[in-house]
């Protein structure tokens, strides 16, 4: 149980593009999602925080324009990243929780390589 | 604001070595510590969670401890194998509600 999947698995863009990235839970629902970027050889650094419902938090240094999240459902989140540059390169994997896991419990997806040319 | 640091960066070790690995932590107010495992372009899969309240935790060869007061938590793996190689994460949480905070990673090479 308590599994997440994240589509697709890795993009090519090319730079000014847009290119939207989906994190859903399969069997639980996700109160709350967590968006985090990973840089080759560095952390998982958070993005951003989305509880069902709410506008999403972002966490400081992250542009809330640039990176558009959305979480409409209890299963699915969104991530996009608008006009996307070169530097905007990494890994980008969600984490969720919510009813039927266990107690604050994150749950994280595979994660989603992209890459801007 | 918590601050998570893993050391070493790298380790490289012959099959069959034991190994620790460590983290330490600058704000000892934690929920709980956890460590995953990730592999080369992977997500992440969770090894051993421990609550504050709690000293270490077991999982076969794997055992992770924690000194909450002193900000330090150990993951120790018995026998290593090559099928050990990956990227070991610690990330502690503050509270129930909020979200991982996580060190850089050690990266293991187990030779065989």
């Known amino acids: 149980g308590a599994v997440v999947s994240q589509h697709p698995s890795w993009v090519i863009c090319k730079s000014g593009t847009s290119v939207k990235i989906e994190c859903r839970s399969l069997?639980?629902?996700?109160?709350?999602m967590f968006w985090y970027r990973q840089f080759p050889k560095q952390s998982l650094m958070l993005m951003a925080t989305?509880?069902?419902?709410?506008?999403?938090?972002?966490e400081q240094g992250v542009e809330k324009d640039k990176f558009l999240i959305n979480h409409a459902s209890l299963t699915l989140s969104t991530l996009t990243v608008t006009s996307a540059h070169p530097e905007d390169s990494s890994f980008y994997i969600c984490?969720?929780?919510?009813?039927?896991?266990?107690?604050?419990?994150?749950?994280f997806g595979p994660g989603t390589r992209l890459t801007v040319t | 604001k918590q601050e998570v640091t893993q050391i070493p960066a790298a380790l490289s070790v012959p099959e069959g070595e034991n190994l620790v690995l460590n983290c330490s932590f600058t704000?000892?107010?934690?929920?709980?510590l956890q460590w995953f495992r990730q592999d080369p372009g992977k997500g992440l899969t969770s090894l051993l969670l421990?609550?504050?309240?709690?000293r270490e935790q077991t999982s076969g060869r794997l055992n992770a401890s924690l000194d909450k007061s002193s900000g330090r938590s150990t993951l120790y793996i018995a026998a290593s194998q090559p099928g050990d190689s990956a990227t070991y994460l610690c990330?502690?949480?503050?509270?129930?509600?909020?979200?991982?905070?996580f060190g850089k990673g050690t990266r293991l090479s187990v030779i065989a």
């Open positions: 984490s969720a929780r919510g009813a039927g896991t266990l107690p604050y419990e994150q749950y």
């Open positions: 990330a502690v949480r503050r509270s129930g509600n909020t979200p991982l905070v």
């Open positions: 989305s509880n069902e419902g709410s506008k999403a938090t972002y």
């Open positions: 069997d639980f629902q996700a109160t709350t």
């Open positions: 421990i609550q504050s309240s709690q």
């Open positions: 704000d000892s107010a934690i929920y709980n």
